[in-house]
C-alpha cells in the first residue's frame, strides 16, 4: 500500500504465472483459464477478506475483458497474453469529468491516421493508472465510438496521481495530445454493458468479503474486550448490533453470488449485477462504521486495521457507481 507501485511484484507474479488467476475468466481459445464469472467471484471474495493491494481489478477484471472481447488481431492476442502472464499491466479507461463508468460526455477524440489513430483528451479516475503499461481508451472517432490500445511511454501521454482516501486502491488521471493508438474495435458503436456488469459483479463479491472480514474482527474483539467485569459481547445492546450486521451481510452475499450465476447463466445480468452492487456497498460501509464503533478508541487508529477496509469500503461505495446510481439502472433493467 505505501510502495510507490502499490503492490508486491512478487506476490504478484505467482498470482499470474503459478496460479493462473490473471487469465482466470478468459476463454481457453485466447489463453485463459476458461471459466467464468462465479470462479471470477470466488476469487474476488477472498481478495476482499485480505483486502489485497495488486492491479488485479484493473489489469485483469477490466482491461483482459475488454481486449478479450473487442480485440481480434494478432497484436491484440499478444497483449492478452503478456497480461494474463503478468509480464505487463493493463487498466481501461472510460471515465472522464462526471465520474461514470459510460461518461454522459465523452470529449476524447481519436483521429485516423495512415496505419494507426493518435488520441487527444483526457481521463480520469483511471484504477492503477500511474503503473500500467498498456492503458485502453474509450474515445469517439469517425467509426463511431471505440477502444483504443495505448502504451503508457507513448509520446504525448501524461499521467498524475489523483488523491483519494483509499490509499489501496490508487487512481490517477491520464491526458493524452496526438497520442500514438491501435484500435481494438471494428469500426461502428461499441456496447460495454457486458464489461460493465462483470465489473460490477467483481466489485459486489469483493466488497462482500470485505464485509465478513469485518464482522468477523469485530465478533471477535467483543469476546476479549472486557467491561464491568464481563466481555462487551454479552451485553445485550452489543448482540443485537452484530445480529442485524450478520443479517445484513449474508443479505450482501446472496445478492454477489446470485449476480454471478445471473452472469454465468446470462439471465437479468444487468438487474443482477446493479442490486449487488447497492447492496454490498452498503453493507460493506455499514460493516466498517460498526467494527470501529465496537472497537471503541482503537478503532480509528494506525495500530488497528479496521481504518484501512472503512477506507476501501467508501471508496468501493462510489466505485463505479453509487448505490442510488445502481437502484434505478436496476429499475430500467426491469422495465420499470
Known sequence: MESDRGYDENVWAVLCQDLGLAGLHIDEKIGGAGFGAVELAIVME???????CAPFFASTVLCSTAISKFGSDNYSRQLLTDLIDGAKIGTLATSEEDGHFEPTTLNTRAVKNTDDY?????????????????????ANSED???????????????????????????????SFTDTPAQRLSSSGEIDLTEIYNLALVALANEMVGGAQTLLDTALAYTKMRVQFGRTIGSFQA??????????????????????????????????????????ASE?????????????????????????????????SEVFLGSPNLHRERMLQAMGV
Open 238 to 279: 452489543i448482540k443485537h448490533r452484530l445480529a442485524d450486521l450478520l443479517l445484513e451481510v449474508e443479505s450482501a452475499k446472496s445478492a454477489a453470488y446470485q449476480a454471478a450465476q445471473s452472469f454465468a447463466d446470462g439471465v437479468n445480468v444487468t438487474e443482477m449485477a446493479s442490486l449487488a452492487k447497492a447492496c
Open 283 to 315: 453493507a460493506y460501509l455499514n460493516a466498517a462504521i460498526t467494527c470501529i464503533q465496537l472497537h471503541g478508541g482503537i478503532g480509528f487508529t494506525w495500530e488497528n486495521d479496521t481504518h484501512l477496509w472503512f477506507k476501501r469500503a467508501k471508496s
Open 118 to 138: 493518435s488520441i487527444t483528451g483526457s481521463k480520469r479516475f483511471v484504477l492503477d493508472g500511474m503503473i500500467a503499461d498498456v492503458i485502453i481508451v474509450l
Open 144 to 174: 463511431g465510438v471505440g477502444l483504443f490500445s495505448v502504451n503508457a511511454n507513448a509520446l504525448g501521454l501524461s499521467r498524475s496521481a489523483m488523491q483519494s482516501m483509499d490509499p489501496t486502491r490508487k487512481l490517477a488521471k491520464i
Open 46 to 52: 477472498e481478495f476482499g477478506r485480505c483486502l489485497f
